[in-house]
């Protein structure tokens, strides 16, 4: 079975730096995107950084660039999202999901894309 497990999600300041994992099993790690997604209460899902498992191309939502950073550990089967200067808007929570990257067509940061999700854990950035 496909598995992805989020965590590392928390309360932290303005400012302050988070660092979330998702861990994966049940798929070919190499060949799919991994990517990071956030939804915030009212709000509709949003891409925010993605990573191809074989090559480590990497893809960022333009709010986040330069603040968070996306890697990856293949013989771990992990992904990890690197968050720093963190504000109140990325209060959110946040889903880790996979793709086979020949099915990614339409935009490596549209979560319709994505058909593996993980459950998500919960970053609150206070002001």
């Known amino acids: 079975d496909v598995q992805l497990q989020a965590s590392g999600g928390g309360l932290v300041q303005v400012g302050g730096s988070l660092r979330l994992s998702c861990s994966t099993s049940g798929f070919n790690f190499r060949n799919h995107f991994i990517g990071w997604f956030r939804q915030a209460p009212g709000k509709e899902r949003q891409g925010v950084s993605c990573?191809?498992?074989?090559?480590?191309?990497?893809f960022y939502e333009d709010s986040v660039k330069g603040r968070f950073t996306i890697s990856k550990d293949n013989a771990k089967k992990t992904v990890y999202l690197q968050m720093n200067s963190l504000k109140p808007e990325d209060t959110a929570v946040y889903y880790c999901?996979?793709?086979?990257?020949?099915?990614?067509?339409?935009?490596?940061?549209?979560?319709?894309?994505?058909?593996?999700w993980g459950q998500g854990t919960q970053v609150t950035v206070s002001s």
């Open positions: 999901a996979a793709a086979p990257w020949e099915t990614v067509v339409q935009g490596f940061l549209n979560p319709s894309e994505y058909n593996y």
């Open positions: 990573i191809m498992g074989g090559d480590g191309a990497t």
